[in-house]
């Protein structure tokens, strides 16, 4: 069973705040992870891609990887109200055509002014 | 900029009619996924399809749910006799191999 895992939250910080979102994912052959946000009633929007092991960087936001703990987690620094949505963290298995992407159900994130 | 594009962005149906998604990958991607979402739920995956073939149904529901990627035109998503049970919003998105994929803004199917 290929699963993607997170928290389901809510995940309440204060503003300023830095906000950590992690996810867990069950297939060693996954390639690449992907984070995306979704506000509530909008489609989701792709944030950070990251295909090695490591550290990402792209302003506010981190993303991290570890793939022999199958873990991958979503850092957001200085966090502002406007990043109060649903984080759902992706990640691809690949296959004999191509990749299919699975997602995971999401984290409520909550930023409080 | 030429995003994925899908319409129509509402639809309404009555019980009974069939329901025609359409969905326009980015230029130059030939990988589609489509996924549904009810309120406050995640993202379930239903059919990932490339030009002409279909690569994984193992989402879509068994019967009246179909799904098609032609050489030519947009990727289509027929849902027949739908029941109150396909109210939802309905993804698709696009991806080259081996990188992102990118998400049209949906459409919400409303059967009456």
């Known amino acids: 069973q290929k699963e993607v895992e997170q928290n389901s939250g809510p995940l309440s910080v204060p503003e300023g705040a830095i906000a950590s979102l992690n996810c867990t994912y069950s297939?060693?052959?996954?390639?690449?992870f992907f984070w995306y946000r979704q506000y509530s009633g909008k489609s989701p929007e792709l944030i950070m891609s990251?295909?090695?092991?490591g550290d990402k960087e792209d302003g506010r936001f981190t993303a991290q990887l570890n793939k022999a703990s199958q873990y991958v987690s979503l850092l957001i620094r200085d966090s502002q109200p406007s990043d109060s949505a649903t984080y759902l963290c992706?990640?691809?298995?690949?296959?004999?055509?191509?990749?299919?992407?699975?997602f995971g159900p999401g984290t409520r994130l909550s930023v409080l002014p | 900029n030429a995003g994925v594009m899908q319409n129509p962005r509402h639809l309404v149906r009555r019980r009974g009619q069939e329901a025609r998604l359409r969905c326009s990958p980015v230029?130059?991607?030939?990988?589609v996924y489509w996924y549904r979402q009810l309120p406050e739920e995640g993202l379930k995956f239903m059919v990932y399809?490339?030009?002409?073939?279909?690569?994984?149904e193992s989402g879509m529901p068994k019967e009246r749910f179909s799904a098609e990627f032609p050489k030519e035109g947009p990727s289509i998503l027929r849902i027949q006799q739908v029941v109150r049970g396909d109210s939802a919003a309905y993804f698709c998105?696009?991806?080259?191999?081996?990188?992102?994929?990118?998400f049209g803004q949906g459409t919400r199917l409303t059967v009456v």
């Open positions: 998105a696009s991806s080259p191999l081996k990188t992102e994929a990118f």
């Open positions: 297939d060693r052959g996954s390639q690449s």
């Open positions: 990251i295909y090695s092991n």
């Open positions: 992706a990640v691809t298995i690949p296959g004999n055509y191509g990749q299919n992407f699975v």
């Open positions: 230029k130059g991607h030939s990988h």
């Open positions: 399809l490339q030009k002409e073939n279909i690569i994984d």
